[in-house]
């Protein structure tokens, strides 16, 4: 299937991390615990799952708990930062995911965990949303301080954090936006 490919590796402290097989709290996913950590060209047998929505490859699971809005902030994760797997550039960056106004989430929302979940019927067996929020890029509309949490509860669940704050139940799932797809389409 074209949607689903598997590709790039969890790094941290330059070793390969394998893909948690129980992406949830109280699961195997790693917790962060202020060790460097990036993805990077895949290494077989570690690599990371992608759905793709429209022009970006979501991973399909969250992969670092217990992390900070404030550190991938500081890392430059939330808003992006070009990378490169296996000689393709990316931007690797959070989704948008609603900033809690009325409206702004749930199904067929114009943000890209909505759309996600509209794309993959919110199929836990595909998304593994249940039982873990995922950090957004957005602050919440009422408080300044708070940053977007989707996930958890249910698939089209909204919630929101102290972007400082670093708990067991809240954790990155990358996205990555393909910089050279209209390079490698030209040069087929």
């Known amino acids: 299937m074209n949607n689903i490919r598997k590709f790039g590796t969890l790094m941290l402290h330059g ?3 394998p893909e948690p097989e129980k992406p949830f709290y109280r699961g195997d996913m790693i917790g962060y615990n202020g060790t460097d950590f990036e993805i990077g060209d895949t290494v077989e047998g570690k690599e990371l799952t992608w759905l793709k929505v429209g022009g970006l490859w979501v991973c399909d699971r969250n992969i670092l708990m217990g992390i900070s809005w ?3 902030n500081k890392k430059g994760y939330v ?4 990378i490169t797997i296996d000689g393709k550039k990316f931007k690797l960056r959070c989704l948008t995911g609603s900033d809690g106004s009325r409206g702004s989430c749930r199904k067929g ?3 890209e965990w909505d759309r996600f979940m509209d ?3 919110e199929n836990n067996d595909l998304t593994h949303y249940d039982d873990m929020y995922t950090w957004c890029q957005e602050s919440d509309c009422d408080y300044s301080a708070y940053r977007s949490l989707r996930g958890y509860c249910s698939a089209r669940n909204y919630g929101s954090s102290y972007a400082t704050l670093a708990d067991t139940y809240i954790a990155f799932r990358p996205a990555l936006e393909e910089l050279n797809h209209d390079q490698e389409n030209t040069e087929k």
């Open 15 to 17: 070793m390969p991390m």
């Open 70 to 72: 404030d550190t991938l």
């Open 79 to 82: 808003f992006g930062k070009e």
């Open 109 to 111: 929302c114009n943000n």
């Open 119 to 121: 794309e993959y019927g």
